[in-house]
């Protein structure tokens, strides 16, 4: 009698045990959270939000690395991260694969980011730039710091992508407490990290935003692409809210910042 | 009626607009005026692109060659709010192009007018999409 | 001009003709045919309907394409012009955009803006019966720049010579050109002359204001923050805004002095008041204050007419071909130049 209550007591701790580490693998709620209500009756997901994370490097697991630029030396390198893509490495295509390395040694050339090239969906919600969500009834708008790269979602009178964007076409709705966000119409040149991983123009984006706590939300988004991955994959982060007093968007005008790079060799030169 | 000719007179110097006065500047800068060119060929793809869009046209040479020309059109924004979409002009789509050359020498012209296979201006006239009407040349 | 801008200006008529009488503040004179009425009669007052938490309701799209000059015209000495004045002057813009160019001429060496639906007769715009958009001074002209204005005005002008010519190098190229920043943004938000498109978006606490071209956004903070620190600047500097009633107000300051509007300095102070006037007009009135440049203060006047949307990506940067073009091709005629002169001298 005594040896089966001490068995299920300690198989009750173990459950709770189990559950207690279960949850802290993925980015639990504070159970049941619910944000507070925006005045239209809907969770209010409005502030200035930002990751902290390694993803804008590498969204896979990746050791610390050397800077690119010599010159930058510690400045430069690359920290180590665990990754936020779930379930091991990107189920790239046999050739994309190989694309997608080639990229990589290339990246100082290739890397849209260095251009100051708007940076498409999802990483414009991973670089290491604040953005700003803007409720209203019919639309949501992402206003990123970065490039100021701006993502209209609409929630209402929705549509096809007419055309192909950098940022892509967003229709929005509600599941619950969750903000879920569908994305179509990109081109083909944003990546999605510093490390050349990277898709095409038939890249179709989900993301959920669901408040966790009052000043972090939780981040979900599948990833599909058939050109390029044998299936669809998916990416979790926390994103944490900027609570200064003062806290706002502020410019990131870069193009002014790569023009040499882009065009310096265009110039006129002195006379000999 | 004097002081209606000098509102309409003082009108015209001042209405042209400023975005529209300084892209003539630098277009005249990017193309040759004195390299006017008509280009017929089919279309590639229509790069509906800001600040200019980009047409990608497969030309036909005299000798049978098929070249493949890049014309500088206008930003798409407003025809997309007319209805246009990335589906409205197909692949293929003939199109005779008078235009002018690009003065670093590449095959690149900017496209004064874009004329379809039955005499219209694409995006003008009859029923294409965004038509405003009665602007055949 | 063709029947769908003839109705947009239709529809917009009513609602600015509305917003005319109340500028001039004074009491509405009726109707009436015989006298030439300069100012149409006021119709009863507006009140904007509110979002959700309270705020005037500003969103939507909206456009400052206008035909109105920023300043009074040479031989306008009236404030008004009648409707059919208005109408006329409209109808010969309207007819000149139209005008097909010379070919072999420069203006010929562009696409056509009709074409691609740019022209301003092709879209709505904001109607009005104004001889100018400035306001203040009462002559409808900005004051003249003082001395220490037309001194840095010189420093500029001695500062583009020493960079050489306007194709040297990118920098000196057009800020616009160059896909910096466009004149929609400002502030203030001025007419960009195609794609003159505006989106409001407002939540607790905030107005958001995306200009279509170059897809930039302004962000205006209602809770009365304290001003920002002098050295952070920035293209369209910081702006902090309040309600007074049904009129949003939003201070900007810090700008970084790089793209001087009509020649201010960085310390120029912008005062922009936005009201909703009727389901489809906004009033913008904005205040340039710079000591630096004007002995006083000026004010225009430039409502804002709802339009459609969607306002699709402007991203210009990324495709801005035109660049490398423009630059490459300065430096081939440099070289057919210098080979042509070899030629000669030998």
């Known amino acids: ?272 | 009626m004097r002081a209606l000719l000098v509102v309409v007179a003082a009108c015209a110097g001042l209405l042209l607009a400023v975005g529209q006065a300084r892209a003539h500047h630098a277009f005249a800068a990017e193309f040759d005026v004195t390299k006017p060119v008509t280009l017929k060929g089919s279309l590639v793809k229509w790069e509906m692109v800001n600040p200019h869009s980009w047409f990608h046209v497969a030309v036909k040479e005299p000798d049978g060659t098929v070249t493949e020309w890049l014309i500088e059109g206008g930003s798409p924004n407003q025809l997309i709010r007319m209805g246009v979409t990335k589906n409205t002009v197909s692949i293929g789509t003939e199109l005779t192009i008078e235009g002018y050359r690009a003065k670093d020498g590449g095959l690149k012209a900017v496209g004064r007018n874009f004329v379809l296979a039955d005499g219209s201006r694409l995006f003008l006239g009859g029923s294409a999409p965004g038509a405003t009407g009665g602007d055949k040349k | ?346």
């Open chain 3, 1 to 346: 001009m063709n029947s769908r801008s003839l109705v947009s200006v239709g529809a917009v008529v009513l609602g600015v003709a509305v917003l005319s009488a109340n500028i001039a503040g004074q009491a509405p004179a009726p109707a009436a045919k015989a006298a030439p009425a300069a100012k149409p009669p006021a119709a009863k007052a507006y009140t904007p309907p509110k979002t959700p938490d309270g705020q005037p309701d500003l969103q939507g799209f909206w456009t400052n394409s206008t035909y109105v000059p920023f300043e009074r015209p040479q031989g306008v000495t009236k404030e008004f012009y009648t409707p059919d004045e208005a109408e006329a002057a409209i109808k010969a813009a309207a007819a000149r955009e139209a005008e097909q160019t010379e070919p072999g001429t420069a203006a010929d060496v562009h696409y056509d803006f009709s074409q691609f639906g740019l022209d301003r007769s092709q879209s709505k715009f904001a109607y009005s019966l104004r001889t100018s958009l400035v306001v203040d001074p009462p002559d409808g002209k900005v004051p003249p720049v003082n001395a220490q204005g037309q001194k840095r005005a010189a420093e500029r002008a001695a500062a583009r010579k020493l960079a050489g010519g306007p194709y040297d190098a990118v920098q000196n190229m057009a800020i616009g050109s160059r896909c910096i920043i466009m004149g929609g943004s400002g502030p203030p938000m001025m007419n960009a002359g195609y794609n003159a498109n505006y989106q409001i978006v407002q939540s607790p606490g905030y107005v958001m204001i995306l200009t279509e071209m170059i897809h930039d956004v302004r962000v205006i903070p209602l809770d009365n923050r304290a001003q920002p620190p002098q050295d952070v600047r920035q293209w369209i500097g910081l702006s902090r805004g309040r309600w007074e009633g049904n009129t949003l107000v939003v201070e900007t300051t810090n700008f970084n002095g790089k793209n001087a509007f009509r020649g201010a300095s960085e310390n120029m102070k912008v005062t922009e008041r936005f009201t909703r006037v009727a389901d489809d007009v906004i009033d913008y009135k904005f205040t340039i204050e710079d000591p630096a440049t004007w002995d006083r203060a000026w004010t225009a006047d430039a409502p804002l007419a709802r339009t459609e949307g969607p306002i699709f990506e402007f991203a210009c940067h990324e495709t801005n071909y035109g660049i490398a073009n423009i630059l490459a091709g300065a430096r081939a005629e440099e070289k057919q130049k210098a080979e042509r002169a070899k030629k000669g001298s030998n």
């Open chain 1, 1 to 272: 009698m005594m040896g089966n209550r001490f068995l299920s007591r300690v198989t009750v701790v173990a459950i709770v045990a189990w559950v207690a580490v279960a949850m802290t693998l993925v980015t639990a709620q504070t159970p049941g959270y619910k944000a507070p209500r925006a005045p239209d009756g809907k969770p209010n997901l409005n502030g200035i939000w930002q990751a902290i994370n390694t993803a804008n490097w590498d969204i896979e697991a990746h050791s610390a690395a050397p800077s690119p630029v010599l010159e930058l030396g510690a400045a430069g390198a690359v920290p180590g991260g665990l990754g936020v893509v779930e379930g091991g490495p990107l189920p790239y295509r046999p050739e994309a694969l190989a694309k997608r390395n080639e990229n990589r040694a290339n990246r100082l050339k290739l890397d849209p980011e260095v251009k100051c090239y708007l940076p498409g969906v999802p990483r414009a919600s991973y670089m290491g730039f604040p953005f700003q969500i803007i409720q209203s009834q019919k639309h949501v708008m992402l206003v990123h710091e970065y490039a100021g790269a701006v993502r209209t979602v609409y929630m209402t009178d929705q549509v096809e992508a007419p055309a192909d964007s950098w940022m892509g076409w967003s229709n929005g709705r509600w599941e619950g407490e969750s903000l879920v966000v569908d994305t179509k119409g990109f081109n083909d040149l944003s990546w999605f990290d510093r490390a050349g991983n990277f898709h095409s123009d038939a890249l179709h984006v989900v993301e959920r935003f669901t408040a966790r706590s009052a000043d972090t939300l939780n981040y979900e988004v599948t990833v599909e692409d058939p050109k390029v991955f044998t299936r669809p994959w998916k990416m979790s982060m926390p994103l944490y809210r900027r609570v200064e007093p003062n806290a706002q968007i502020l410019e990131f005008r870069c193009v002014e910042f790569v023009e040499d790079l882009l065009y310096g060799h265009l110039r006129k030169q002195p006379s000999q």
